[in-house]
């Protein structure tokens, strides 16, 4: 039997997945035993033509060429993962979102008539059907080796939906709301992290998007209850996932109107 193909890409991004699939060190060359490596830039310049029998793409879409890009990069894949927020989510560029593109440019740019740019960042699934996505800004090492190994191994990964507040319990870490009244997204947030910030004293700040479960309106009275006015809010909510998190119905009472999602 021919040994199975792996190949990992980069569209608009930090390089941030990418570098975690290199630190599981170890692991990686375990994984290496049984897949063959064909087309990962930042580890090799060694690349193999597709197809490939599962693909990795890191980053947002937002160039016509992005968009392009990741049409041929399904049609090369067996499988597609989406790994990271920029690509699940649209990440932090997706803050042109809410705004004119055209202003940022001119804002920090000296000729932004160079540019060539969408007037959004959008996620990697806008664009064409994606068999999985990693959530994580970065993603965690351990998800991103079982979503790997489960996808080679012909099964469904596990990867649990719930949120942060079920690995704070699991950590035995006291609740930073309940006990502080720190603002803290771990109630409508994708567990991944292993709770990290609540675990050293500070408010989850949402970097694994939504969870499958997540009840915005049930948090928003706790996050105004904590000090946060409308403003506040929405930028708590508006950082790597702003995108997915902004999709969230918050609620009549929560202030669905413009300054709320300032």
């Known amino acids: 039997m021919s040994v199975p193909t792996l190949a990992v890409f980069k569209l608009a991004s930090c390089d941030g997945c990418q570098l975690t699939l290199l630190d599981c060190e170890d692991e990686l060359l375990a994984l290496a035993g049984r897949v063959r490596i064909a087309h990962f830039l930042e580890a090799s310049s060694a690349v193999e033509p597709g197809p490939y029998d599962l693909g990795l793409v890191e980053g947002s879409v937002t160039t016509a060429a992005d968009a392009e890009r990741v049409r041929e990069i399904r049609a090369q894949c067996r499988v597609l993962v989406t790994i990271g927020a920029c690509a699940t989510a649209g990440g932090i560029q997706a803050l042109r979102n809410f705004a004119d593109v055209a202003e940022f440019a001119r804002a920090v740019y000296a000729r932004p008539d160079y540019l060539d740019t969408l007037a959004e960042s959008t996620p990697v699934s806008a664009h064409v059907d994606v068999d999985f996505e990693l959530r994580g800004c970065p993603v965690d090492r351990g998800q991103l080796l079982e979503v790997v190994t489960a996808f080679l191994a012909g099964r469904k990964p596990d990867v649990p939906d719930h949120s942060v507040c079920f690995a704070c319990k699991r950590r035995g870490v006291v609740c930073v709301t309940v006990a502080r009244g720190e603002p803290c997204l771990g109630p409508v947030t994708h567990a991944g992290c292993g709770a990290i910030c609540p675990a050293y004293g500070r408010g989850c700040y949402g970097c694994f ?54």
């Open 209 to 262: 998007g939504p969870s499958g479960s997540a009840n915005l309106p049930a948090l928003l009275p706790l996050l105004r209850r904590d000090g946060l006015g409308d403003r506040e809010v929405g930028r708590l909510l508006r950082t790597f996932n702003a995108t997915a998190f902004d999709r969230l119905p918050r609620g009549e009472s929560a202030g669905e109107g413009e300054e709320a999602r300032t």
